[in-house]
Structure formats: structure tokens, C-alpha cells
């Protein structure tokens, strides 16, 4: 018989109907009541043993982690807390759990830490914790994709492996096919890239934006949502070094529509969430609350979760200059008395986490788009200002993420494009498909990249990035 998923067992009104359930086993109490869950919901399904209707052996195998078959009669549920049950008629136990090796494992009834949890990645989906942060994240990519399609926007993919470093920060990892035990040398003694799998030297992509910006220039408006990997050595709460970004790139748009279309997009997202997963958001909304019990007053949520992620829709996010944050920067608190790692004592210093964290949750208490940066400080391929100092890059920060967007209005003018490249000392045969774009047919385009995990983070409320994506590669650790 074909059997129906927990979520809808859960709002069926097909009672005394035979009905089959599967899924793992999540509690058996007083040999009579088990919680099933089949990962279709957070909820469990209860399923009741009557009287002398399931052999004794069976019974004994039905531990915490089998995988189970029920086969039964749906029921008004004569206990608190679910509205319907199964009364059993017959159990099949298509895995067994040993209870002795459980034990050993995060499955074990008992609280364990995240990062406990995090070595046993492969089990922790298993948890309610991790099933609601694994399904958020599902929504979160569908949701996507419906806003930039409902739009008019075209997916594009751009490729994984590359020869260009977009971002020009040297954090690419290499791929390469040699023997790494005898690399081809030239006459030079330089390693020969010619004798490599692709003739050249080539990494994995940290960005699909420059690709993605050739085919804005043919579909007009596009977006990427892929993987993207830095081999940026920070071994931070936010920081991965292979993380999913969305990247849209659009013609015919300046700064000022990028950061409508940033706004609107993040607000749609977080809107459809708020939506659609109702019962994971409440169950993480409580295990914050809990969370929140064992630490002082002051480390407390302002906001419970979802609270939060309203505050977000019904307000707009507060655009602020470069130029003025510096300013409130300097003049803050913790700068005249030298709470920050690093001071802010002039115009031009790149902005840290602490100073973007400052901004959003102590200053503006709202997310905020920051823009116009110095050009110095941001990537070669941004639009100059007539002021020649400062570049059209935004930058949007969130409470308790910090930049969860970077993007900015492209530079279409060849001859700056060229000089900043020059000064970069980025070759132009390099990217000559790239300036090309600008060769035929240029014009006024402008594109972002959001972190998808920094997004899954804000919306899950978990505290470290390694605990959104279902496998975190980060430095030293690439597990599973
Ligand atoms: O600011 P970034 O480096 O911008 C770009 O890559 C542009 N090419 C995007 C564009 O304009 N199309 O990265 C964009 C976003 C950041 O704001 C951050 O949310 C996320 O990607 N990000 C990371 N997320 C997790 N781990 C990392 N190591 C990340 N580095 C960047
Ligand atoms: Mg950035």
C-alpha cells in the first residue's frame, strides 16, 4: 500500500480509514506510544500499540533510530498535544537501531552541543534542530528562484571552474590535473600550465559575476545561484570556504535600482518564508528562547525570531554613504575609547565586522545599505564616481550577520575599465571576453551577491554559518 507522508497524516480528516506510515523512530514510551518522523514536517506522528497486537520481538526492536513501516487506522488522538493518531494494527522494521551504538552517537536522547553535532554531520538532519534548518533552507533556495523567475529574470550557469579571479583577491583554489610529485617545469623553470588538463592555469570560481555579466548583455537581466568557494583562511562564525551565492546582473540599471531590486528580493524571500514554514520558524524561534535562558541579560535577543524577520519586511533598509558611516564611525563610543580592534581614525580604512555590526545593531538598529566606498578598497570592475576617489559598491549589513549583500553599478566605460585594470595589474588578455562587453554595445548594468548561508543564518537565527549548509568545508576541515 502506498503510504501517505506525516504532514499529511497530521491534517487528514480520513478517520477509522487504514492508513501507512514511514519513517524513523523518534521516541517509544511505556511500550505503547512511538513518535514517528518521516522529515516531511517537524512534527511527529504518534502512533499507538493496542493490546496484544504486535508480537513481542517486534516490539523489542522498535529503538530510537529504526526505520519503521506502520500500517493502521487513523484516529481522533485521545492525548494532549496532536489532534489525530494511528491505532496499529501491524509494524514492519525495515532498519534496526542498536541501542548500545546509538548510544554512542548524537542520536542518543540526550542535548548535545552544535558542535557535537557538527562531527556527526551526517546524523545531525536526524534532530529537529537541523531537520528545521535543512528544510528553511529548501524553501529559501525555491523561494529564490520563484522571485527572480515571477520577474522576468534568467537563470544562467556560469562555470565552476575557471580561469579568472573575479573578486582580484587571490583567494582562489587552484584545480589543477598534474602529478603534484612531478610538476612540468618550463625552460624558465616555471611550472608549464600549457601541459596542463586545461592548457592554463585555473581555479574554482569565487564569483559567477563577470560570466554572468556577458549574458546580462544578451537576456537582459539574469541571476546565478551556485556554488562559489574562497580558500580565505578566516576561521570565523561566517566565513565557509565553499558557500552558495545568488548573483543577479541586470542592464539598463544603475546603483539605485540594484539596491530596490536587493530590498525587494530579500524582503520577498524572507516574506515567502514566513509563509510557507510557519512550524520550523516556530520551533526555532523557542529553541532561541531557550537558548537565551542560560545567558545574562545583556547577550539576550531584543526580538524573538520571527518578530525579527517582520521587523525586516515592514521596514525599509537605511541607505548611508560610505563618506557618512565613516563619520558616525569615528565619533562613536566605542572609538573614542578604543573598544575596536581596529580604530577608525581616517577616511579610506576598510570597514570590519565589529565597525558594520556597530552601524547595524547599535546605530541605525535596522539593516542598512552602505555605498559609494573608496574606490582603493573595492574590486576592479566598479563604477568610478565623478569624484574619482569613490566607486558606485554597495554593500548591505544585517543585524548579527554583517554583509550579507556585496554588489555595485559595473564600470562600462572601456577606457577606465582598462586603466583600472592597468593599475591593478590585471592583464587585459586575461579578460578580453570580459571587455568586450564593453566594446560592443556597453551600457549602464548593475548586479549583487548574496551570501546564501549568511541569509540562512539571519533566518534560522543560528549563530554559526557550519550549522546551515549541510556539509561546511572550512580551513583544516573537509569531513563527510
Ligand atoms: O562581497 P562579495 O565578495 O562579492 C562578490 O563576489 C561579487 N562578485 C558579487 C556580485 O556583485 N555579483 O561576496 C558576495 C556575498 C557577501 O556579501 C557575503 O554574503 C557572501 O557573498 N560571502 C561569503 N559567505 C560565506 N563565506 C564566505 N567566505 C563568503 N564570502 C562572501
Ligand atoms: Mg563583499
Redesign the pocket.
Known sequence: MKHTKVIDVLKSDKLLQPITVKGWVRSFRNDRFIAINDGSTIKNIQCVLEDNTIDQHIIDRINIGAAIVVDGTLAESEGKGQRVEIKVTSIDIQGDADPEELKLTILSPKRHSLEKLREQAHLRVRTNTFGAIMRLRSKLSFAIHEYFQKNDFYYVHTPIITGSD??GAGEAFKVTNFDLNNVPKDENGAIDYKQDFFGRETNLT??G?LEGETYAMGLGQIYTFGPTF?A?N?NTS???AE?W?V?PEIAFCDLDGNMDLAEDFIKYVIQYVLDNCQDDLEFLENRLVQEDKQKPQAERAEMLLRDKLKFVLENNFKRVSYTEAIEILKNSKPNKKKKFKYPINEWGADLQSEHERYLVEKHFKCPVILFDYPAKIKAFYMRLNEDEKTVRAMDILFPGIG??????QREERLDVLKEKMKALEIPEEELWWYLDTRKFGTCTHS?????F??LVLFVTGMGN?RDVIPYPRTPLNAEF
Open positions: 573575479a573578486e569565487v564569483s559575476q574562497r580565505e578566516s561566517r566565513h565557509l558557500f551565492m548573483e554583509e550579507i549583500v556585496g554588489g555595485s548586479g549583487f551577491g548574496l551570501g548561508e549568511r554559518i
